[in-house]
């Protein structure tokens, strides 16, 4: 049998006998009896139609190589793939590879659908609001205006992630873009929010869960405001900045606040330049805070050109210095911050005019920079200002009859009050009456609320640490799901019983509410704490306890939400034994009691959780163990949403099983009672 197998696809016998002759093996069945060049030749073709011919005049079939899969010889198109094929030996044809690949295709297409709708539920796109020039900091407004004034944004109203923006025009300073970020998303008036279409790979994912959170410099933000159609939110605060830009007056709060921006984009510059110029030396170092507070006295007295000045020249001696020998170049590059202060000095002490230098090319301003410098401060070059000399511009500042004088309104006497949203007695250990007996929080006991994960766990142990608090009670609300802005939020949601969040206007109006609400909050001794390490429990406790002893208090309650979040991880997973273990020695030790919330899973879903499913740590652990039960996870709105039930599945005093309903009202961040 030969080896090449041909299955002619052709009426026309020139076309056949040329193919074959493509085709024919020597005796050696490696090797070709003729040449391609001899074959053409034989038959008059020209390349191109030699090509057309071996692609479309029949099939070659290699008879002693077979597709492990298909169990089919396997088909080669030219004499290249014949070659390779022989010495690869048996292997997958085109067909099943093509199949392979497919199914690979829709798997991939498949898990990133359901990670795609996975993000979608953890990151709504939300209608808030509208944003007002003077809702927002200084600091807001000119990172606003500068994330969302990018063309980019017109095409879906979303912003370009930080990291892609061109080095020719970074966002913000590389020193300084992180923390700007971060500082933008977790102000007190929250105003931009990841975008679900983001690239999947910005958001965090432990297998196919995601965390819920996202990496800084990959995501895309999208800007709050009333409008449906996300193109048409940025214009709107955009066209609304531009006119406080040009026309003004600023809002109050701002005409404090410039100083501080100018600093820190000059102090940033300043220490890039110096980079620069020691890397053009060969010369590196590590910058700390020795080298900003040098940088930063010197901002302090000369403009940022005549600080170049300084870096420029100490740049080159210390490449001079290491030129001349017995020094490496770590202890050369240190020396520059010492001539940078030096040169300074003395050109303070002299009174000497020192000659400022431009922004060289390769160091160019950032969009926030051009924004607060040029858009907002009205600075043709501020490389030549320094900043104790500069201004805002004259119709920044308000005019005389806009200012509040001493003949002001005084503010309506009614006002908000607190929220009744808590009807239990002050001596009931829970915010509701029929839960209390559940929730007996002796002193050196620890219980336990676990709940599957967006039940409101979080929500609960915060309604509880606030309704003790309200009593006078010393508490700290430990926890490892809230920023301390995300705490502050659900408890003024939670106690006067409007969303801040989404910036709902208070019964009483906004004024009122400030001048009441201030002074009742402060007056709680709540203090909360959200989980900045990888720290033990007992390091968050005795902060805890430190924080308490300068009110001159000690805890009475201590909320720890959620044990995962605080237990070391180890080979064999989390060590919550370690965790529940000291939480145990706590409580004991200082007789305080202990609430602690923890996730839990069930095999199946829809099944009845029992003490079986919670974490074995946390159900040997703690004396008493509550579930938190809600129809409505993953924060549905469903019309059986809202309904929740604490059910008992451990207690040294209460019958397993006993329950209590509630209701949850997830935009005021709290569980209620249900009315009888």
Request: with cysteine; proline share 7%; charged share 25%.
């Amino acid at each position: 049998m030969d080896r090449i197998h041909l299955e002619l696809e052709t009426d026309d016998p020139d076309e056949a006998a040329a193919y074959q002759a493509y085709w024919r093996l020597a005796e050696d069945a490696e090797s070709w009896v003729q040449t391609v060049a001899a074959v053409r030749e034989a038959h008059g073709l020209k390349p191109q139609d030699m090509t057309r011919i071996v692609q479309t005049c029949g099939r070659a079939l290699v008879m002693d190589v077979i597709c492990p899969q298909c169990e089919r010889p396997y088909e080669v198109a030219n004499r290249t793939e014949f070659g390779q094929v022989i010495r690869q030996g048996n292997t997958q044809c085109g067909s099943c590879r093509a199949a392979v690949e497919a199914e690979r295709a829709r798997t991939a297409a498949e898990r990133d659908a359901r990670r795609r709708k996975q993000i979608r539920e953890a990151f709504p796109v939300y209608c808030d609001a509208p944003l007002e020039p003077a809702d927002l900091t200084l600091f807001q407004a000119v990172a606003l205006h500068a994330l969302f004034s990018d063309p980019a944004v017109e095409d879906a109203g979303l912003t370009t992630p930080s990291d892609i923006w061109p080095k020719e025009r970074r966002w913000a300073p590389d020193t300084l873009r992180w923390d700007y970020e971060r500082r933008l998303l977790h102000a007190d008036l929250q105003t931009i929010q990841p975008h679900p279409d983001s690239h999947p790979d910005a958001f965090v994912t432990d297998g196919d869960k995601l965390e819920g959170t996202f990496y800084l410099g990959r995501v895309s933000y999208h800007l709050l405001g009333p409008e449906d159609a996300l193109t048409d939110r940025a214009p709107r605060l955009l066209g609304a900045l531009n006119r406080v830009f040009r026309e003004g007056p600023w809002p109050a709060p701002w005409l404090d606040q410039w100083q501080k921006l100018w600093s820190e984009l000059a102090l940033a510059d300043a220490a890039a330049y110096l980079d620069m110029k020691l890397g053009e030396h060969h010369l590196e170092m590590k910058q700390g805070e020795g080298t900003r507070a040098a940088l930063q006295d010197a901002l302090a007295t000369f403009s940022l050109g005549q600080v170049f000045n300084f870096i420029y020249r100490a740049a080159k001696d210390s490449a001079a210095y290491y030129q001349r020998g017995g020094v490496n170049k770590r202890q050369a590059a240190n020396s520059t911050v010492g001539r940078i202060s030096a040169s300074a000095d003395r050109a303070r002490a002299n009174g000497w005019d020192v000659k400022p230098f431009g922004r060289p090319w390769n160091l160019t301003l950032s969009a926030i920079g051009e924004v607060f410098f040029s858009k907002v401060m009205w600075q043709a070059d501020m490389m030549e200002k320094p900043a104790r000399q500069a201004q805002p511009p004259v119709h920044a500042w308000p005019a005389a009859a806009d200012a509040q004088g001493p003949g002001a309104p005084e503010p309506d006497p009614t006002g908000p009050k607190a929220h009744p949203w808590a009807a239990a007695a002050p001596d009931d250990d829970a915010p509701w009456p029929k839960a209390s007996e559940l929730f007996r929080f002796e002193p050196g006991s620890v219980t336990a609320l676990v709940s599957l994960p967006t039940a409101g766990r979080s929500t609960m142990a915060l309604n509880i640490a606030l309704h003790h608090a309200e009593q006078g009670r010393s508490v700290l609300f430990t926890c490892g799901e809230l920023s301390k802005r995300d705490m502050r939020e659900k408890i003024v949601a939670a106690k006067y019983g409007f969303d801040l969040a989404r910036r709902e206007e208070p019964p009483g109006g906004w004024e009122d509410f400030k001048a009441r609400s201030v002074e009742e909050v402060s007056r709680l001794k709540l203090y909360t704490q959200d989980r900045k390490s990888e720290e033990p429990v007992e390091k968050y406790f005795k902060a805890g306890r430190i924080a308490a002893a300068g009110d001159r208090s000690t805890l009475d309650l201590w909320v720890l939400d959620t044990v995962q979040h605080f237990s070391q991880i180890t080979d064999d997973g989390l060590d919550l034994a370690s965790s529940m273990s000291q939480i145990q020695r706590i409580a004991e030790e200082y007789q305080v009691p202990v609430l602690v919330t923890a996730r839990a899973l069930t095999d199946e879903e829809g099944e009845e959780m029992s003490i079986q499913h919670v974490p074995s740590a946390v159900a040997q652990g703690a004396e008493t163990v509550l579930e938190l039960h809600r129809n409505g996870i993953y924060w549905t709105s469903g019309p059986h949403a809202k309904e929740a039930t604490v059910r008992v599945l451990k207690s040294p005093r209460v019958k397993v099983g006993a329950s209590c309903p509630l209701l949850l009202e997830p935009s005021y961040c709290r569980f209620t009672a249900p009315s009888a």
